[in-house]
Nanobody
Framework: QVQLVESGGGLVQPGGSLRLSCAAS??????????MTWYRQAPGKERELVAT????????NYADSVKGRFTISRDNAKSTVYLQMNSLKPEDTAVYYC?????????WGQGTQVTVSS
Protein backbone atom coordinates (compact mmCIF):
# COMPACT_ATOMS: atom_id res chain seq x y z
CA GLN A 1 0.00 0.00 0.00
CA VAL A 2 1.47 3.30 -1.14
CA GLN A 3 1.81 5.95 1.55
CA LEU A 4 3.01 9.52 1.29
CA VAL A 5 3.29 11.23 4.65
CA GLU A 6 3.94 14.96 4.79
CA SER A 7 5.36 16.65 7.86
CA GLY A 8 6.99 19.89 8.93
CA GLY A 9 4.07 22.26 8.61
CA GLY A 10 3.07 24.73 11.28
CA LEU A 11 2.65 28.36 12.20
CA VAL A 12 5.45 30.76 11.24
CA GLN A 13 5.80 34.52 11.14
CA PRO A 14 6.20 36.37 7.84
CA GLY A 15 9.80 36.19 6.70
CA GLY A 16 10.35 32.91 8.48
CA SER A 17 11.26 29.48 7.16
CA LEU A 18 9.90 25.96 7.23
CA ARG A 19 11.09 22.69 5.79
CA LEU A 20 8.46 20.22 4.66
CA SER A 21 9.17 16.54 4.23
CA CYS A 22 7.27 13.86 2.39
CA ALA A 23 8.21 10.29 3.22
CA ALA A 24 7.15 7.63 0.75
CA SER A 25 6.65 3.92 1.20
CA UNK A 26 4.93 0.95 -0.37
CA UNK A 27 5.75 1.66 -4.01
CA UNK A 28 5.74 -1.24 -6.45
CA UNK A 29 8.59 0.44 -8.27
CA UNK A 30 11.54 2.19 -6.68
CA UNK A 31 10.94 5.68 -5.33
CA UNK A 32 13.66 6.87 -7.70
CA UNK A 33 11.37 6.16 -10.66
CA UNK A 34 8.78 8.72 -9.55
CA UNK A 35 8.68 12.42 -10.28
CA MET A 36 7.73 14.27 -7.10
CA THR A 37 5.65 17.42 -6.87
CA TRP A 38 4.52 19.71 -4.11
CA TYR A 39 1.11 21.33 -4.43
CA ARG A 40 -0.78 23.66 -2.15
CA GLN A 41 -4.38 24.63 -1.64
CA ALA A 42 -5.51 27.74 0.18
CA PRO A 43 -9.06 28.10 1.54
CA GLY A 44 -11.49 28.84 -1.27
CA LYS A 45 -8.85 28.40 -3.96
CA GLU A 46 -7.91 25.66 -6.38
CA ARG A 47 -4.96 23.41 -5.74
CA GLU A 48 -1.85 24.79 -7.41
CA LEU A 49 1.53 23.37 -8.32
CA VAL A 50 4.36 24.71 -6.18
CA ALA A 51 7.45 22.78 -7.27
CA THR A 52 8.39 19.60 -9.02
CA UNK A 53 11.53 17.50 -9.24
CA UNK A 54 12.30 14.79 -11.73
CA UNK A 55 12.90 11.22 -10.56
CA UNK A 56 16.67 11.56 -10.81
CA UNK A 57 16.71 14.99 -9.23
CA UNK A 58 18.29 16.38 -12.39
CA UNK A 59 15.57 18.92 -13.08
CA UNK A 60 13.32 21.13 -10.99
CA ASN A 61 10.53 23.54 -11.76
CA TYR A 62 8.79 26.18 -9.63
CA ALA A 63 5.70 28.31 -9.66
CA ASP A 64 6.57 31.94 -10.32
CA SER A 65 5.16 32.89 -6.94
CA VAL A 66 7.80 30.84 -5.06
CA LYS A 67 10.86 31.12 -7.31
CA GLY A 68 13.89 32.24 -5.37
CA ARG A 69 12.24 31.46 -2.03
CA PHE A 70 11.44 27.73 -2.14
CA THR A 71 13.74 24.84 -2.96
CA ILE A 72 12.63 21.29 -3.73
CA SER A 73 15.05 18.41 -3.21
CA ARG A 74 14.95 14.67 -2.76
CA ASP A 75 16.87 11.87 -1.14
CA ASN A 76 16.15 8.70 -3.07
CA ALA A 77 17.99 6.59 -0.51
CA LYS A 78 15.48 7.76 2.11
CA SER A 79 12.48 7.83 -0.26
CA THR A 80 11.85 11.39 0.84
CA VAL A 81 11.23 14.68 -0.90
CA TYR A 82 11.69 18.05 0.79
CA LEU A 83 10.47 21.58 0.32
CA GLN A 84 12.60 24.27 1.92
CA MET A 85 10.52 27.41 2.24
CA ASN A 86 12.22 30.71 3.04
CA SER A 87 10.99 34.31 3.22
CA LEU A 88 7.48 33.06 3.83
CA LYS A 89 4.56 35.37 3.15
CA PRO A 90 0.97 35.30 4.42
CA GLU A 91 -0.14 34.30 0.92
CA ASP A 92 1.86 31.09 1.29
CA THR A 93 -0.70 29.94 3.86
CA ALA A 94 -2.23 26.70 2.59
CA VAL A 95 -2.36 22.96 2.98
CA TYR A 96 0.69 21.53 1.23
CA TYR A 97 0.48 18.16 -0.48
CA CYS A 98 3.08 15.98 -2.11
CA UNK A 99 2.40 13.84 -5.14
CA UNK A 100 4.34 10.98 -6.67
CA UNK A 101 3.83 10.50 -10.39
CA UNK A 102 4.93 7.93 -12.92
CA UNK A 103 3.47 7.08 -16.34
CA UNK A 104 0.05 8.51 -15.56
CA UNK A 105 -0.20 7.00 -12.08
CA UNK A 106 -0.37 9.48 -9.23
CA UNK A 107 -0.30 9.07 -5.48
CA TRP A 108 -1.11 11.83 -3.01
CA GLY A 109 -0.32 12.50 0.60
CA GLN A 110 -2.82 13.75 3.16
CA GLY A 111 -1.33 17.23 3.38
CA THR A 112 0.27 19.41 6.03
CA GLN A 113 -0.95 22.84 7.08
CA VAL A 114 1.32 25.86 6.71
CA THR A 115 0.14 29.10 8.26
CA VAL A 116 2.10 32.32 7.85
CA SER A 117 0.88 34.95 10.25
CA SER A 118 2.12 37.46 12.79
Amino acid sequence: QVQLVESGGGLVQPGGSLRLSCAASGFTFSFSRYDMTWYRQAPGKERELVATIRNTGSSTNYADSVKGRFTISRDNAKSTVYLQMNSLKPEDTAVYYCKAGRVGVNYWGQGTQVTVSS
